[in-house]
């Protein structure tokens, strides 16, 4: 078969931390390398993905656009890396080590419901001891992303609940939602009538009217 190894990871950041919420490694067909791109990009509402630029990946571009189509779901793609990094010049392998402080400063978190998260946790174990280190290649790609500074304490859930309620609060005063909604105009009452002469249909006789105002 002679694929190459192709490892995926997708990453939220938020409040100074990165959390992977999954991360996959495999070896596929051109085809069904395309279509797990498009069905991970799809599964989380990714329009936009980054791809390293190894070689030979420009020649997935038009497979994943295409595949991309026939699900309506369109993935446009940032290339990243490539050039020298391609090559043994050790940036790689610094950027995979620089993983360590993040990871020792609880700014890097896994999803303990992964599927190959114990091959995460190996690939990470045993690196530079075993030649498979895909994963945690594409999950330092994520972390580069991570801000350099973290002077700004995080605050703690009580303090984030209480500014996401501000938040809300200042948007529905500010377009009228929820509280600050105007109340909606009560309906008017119509008063009874008592139907008169001219729009009775039927005789106290059970005679159909056919004048009204001559039944009489």
């Not at 919420?21 to 799809?42: D, M, T, Y």
């Not at 945690?136 to 350099?148: C, E, G, K, M």
Request: aromatic share 8%; net charge negative; hydrophobic share 40%.
């Amino acid at each position: 078969m002679q694929w190459k190894t192709a490892a995926a990871a997708v990453g939220i950041l938020a409040r100074n931390r990165c959390y992977i919420i999954e991360a996959s490694q495999g070896h596929f067909k051109p085809s069904v390398l395309a279509q797990n791109v498009v069905k991970l990009a799809r599964k989380y509402s990714l329009h936009r993905i980054s791809v390293e630029d190894s070689p030979g990946a420009m020649l997935m571009q038009s497979a994943i656009r295409n595949y991309a189509l026939t699900v309506g779901w369109d993935v446009a793609i940032t290339w990243v890396g490539g050039g020298e990094e391609t090559e043994d010049t050790g940036e790689r392998d610094l950027r995979i080590r620089n993983l360590e402080a993040v990871l020792a400063g609880g700014r890097l978190l896994f999803n303990a419901d992964m599927k190959q998260r114990k091959l995460l946790i190996q690939q990470f174990q045993q690196y530079g001891m075993i030649p498979e280190f895909e994963l945690p290649d594409v999950v330092s790609r994520i972390a580069d992303h991570l801000p350099q500074s973290i002077a700004a304490e995080d605050l703690d859930d009580e303090d984030a609940a209480w500014m996401a309620a501000r938040e809300t609060d200042k948007y529905n005063m500010l377009y009228g939602r929820g509280l600050y909604a105007r109340p909606e105009p009560e309906p008017e009452e119509i008063a009874y009538e008592e139907p008169g002469i001219e729009d009775q249909a039927v005789m106290s006789n059970g005679l159909e009217v056919q004048i009204p105002g001559l039944e009489y």
